[in-house]
């Protein structure tokens, strides 16, 4: 992932991600085919349980997005002591997977609401699982918008790590809610150590889904490490050319 | 003329180590003001989520407590029960084997039309000699609002039919009977 270290480097793309951009699009691709032609309708919902193989991975990869970005987070605030590169490694993971968990969960509320329209009869209700949702999504936003805030890197870092572990909190809480309240929005459709309603073809193309937006999720995921350390990269070029443009000025002056 | 400081002056480390130790008690007080305010919204948000509706038993049996409140109402609709005139639904609900009669005056949401499916609907109690398949009730549920509660069950419709039968289970232990649907 840290292939990107020159900053002659205009491009975040290498072989494997250019691959893995393929991959990612070939896997939409038939994602689209299986969730819109060949997987049937549902007995009750329609035509709008096909929501089913957006929504439900979404959530997924936001999930594991915000784990990667704790885990990340734990490791730069154990790390940053004894080497500072790694740490800095680890911030640029968990900033750039905060990112993309940020737009999953933004996808998962969009797409939920339409198909609540359709189901449920309304856009939005205040239930548990959609509160805890729109909480998830605000509490990252904050997250990143605190990774933006001008203050020394490592400061900066250590407090976004510290926010990180704070928001992931609610993770478990929005995954839960369905099971801990009555809410308006029915049980988990996967979860661990549940036997899945849902019938084969609907069962192997949610499964599907999953994995396909799992290949974009990588693959934004590691352009976006690759974008952070280039900006990096451009501030720490800046921040050179100005000094030593102050010392020449200097030496000048003199 | 003396210039000598009439303090000493402390030293950079110390000076660091200070504003080190103010800049962590903001950013720390700063944390905390964000946690209280997240714990706040959700505590807000929960609120009304945890109770976001009551079953139809429930709703029963705090009849009384409940007066003419708005409240939710949860249950699902006995499709034989359904009639629709002049912009009003009537249908009963049945929840634990408790049935509540509704009166409803908005559209109906698409999937409604579904057997058993259950609903949530938001009314209040109205006081009304009324009859209904588990024999007559003194009060209906007058709801403006309903809200399909779809579970997460899903299966193909080339494979399954929507039948009118009741979900497994659910007036196994009821002592009336549920006539089957007109079609």
Redesign the interface.
């Known amino acids: 992932m840290t292939s990107v270290t020159h900053s002659n480097a205009k491009m975040t793309a290498t072989a494997t991600t250019r691959v893995l951009g393929v991959l990612a699009i070939a896997a939409t691709a038939l994602m689209t085919v299986l969730g819109l032609l060949i997987s ?7 035509e709008a ?1 096909r929501m ?1 193989y957006i929504h439900v991975p979404s959530i997924w990869i936001a999930y594991g997005a915000f784990v990667l970005t704790s885990v990340s987070s734990i490791l730069f605030l154990r790390g940053r002591k004894r080497r500072e590169d790694r740490g800095r490694h680890y911030d640029r993971l968990a900033g750039s997977a905060a990112e993309v968990g940020v737009v999953f969960t933004g996808i998962t509320l969009v797409t939920g609401m339409l198909w609540g329209k ?5 856009y939005w ?4 699982r959609l ?2 949702t729109v ?1 998830l999504f605000v ?1 990252y936003l ?1 997250y990143l918008a605190l990774r933006r805030l001008p203050a020394d890197p490592i ?1 900066r870092s250590r ?1 976004a790590a ?2 990180a572990l ?1 928001s992931f909190v609610n993770v478990p809480i929005v995954h839960y ?1 369905v099971d801990w ?4 929005h ?4 996967l979860s661990v150590g549940r036997r899945p ?6 069962y192997w193309t949610l499964l599907y889904s999953t994995l396909a937006v799992t290949i974009v999720a990588a693959w934004l995921i590691i352009h976006r490490y690759r974008v952070i350390r280039l900006e990096e990269l451009r501030d720490e070029e800046t921040l050179a050319a100005l000094i030593s443009s102050r010392l020449d000025k200097d030496d000048g002056s003199n | 003329m003396d210039l000598t400081p009439r303090h000493e002056v402390e030293a950079p480390d110390e000076m660091r180590q200070k504003m080190h130790r103010r800049r962590r008690r903001t950013v720390l007080v700063v944390a905390l003001v964000l946690i209280a305010a997240m714990a706040f919204i959700t505590a807000q948000g929960l609120r009304n989520a945890t109770l976001f509706f009551r079953n139809a038993d429930e709703a029963v049996e705090q009849r009384v407590e409940l007066g003419d409140r708005r409240f939710r109402i949860q249950g699902r609709v006995i499709p034989s029960t359904v009639k629709s005139e002049s912009g009003i639904t009537t249908f009963e609900i049945v929840h634990d084997c408790v049935v509540v009669s509704i009166r409803h005056s908005s559209d109906p949401p698409e999937l409604f039309k579904s057997p058993w499916i259950p609903v949530v609907l938001e009314g209040s109690w109205v006081i009304g000699e009324i009859r209904n398949v588990a024999g007559s009730d003194t009060h209906y549920f007058a709801s403006d609002r309903m809200l399909v509660k779809h579970t997460n069950e899903y299966a193909s419709a080339n494979e399954q039919r929507l039948t009118d039968k009741p979900p497994e289970g659910l007036l196994d232990q009821c002592l009336f009977e549920v006539p089957a649907a007109t079609s």
């Open positions: 049937p309708a549902d007995v009750i919902q329609g349980v089913l359709v189901t449920w009869g309304t209700q205040w239930d548990a509160t805890t909480l509490t904050g400061v407090r510290v926010m704070i809610s309240w009555r809410t308006l029915q049980k988990a459709s309603e849902i019938t084969g073809e609907m």
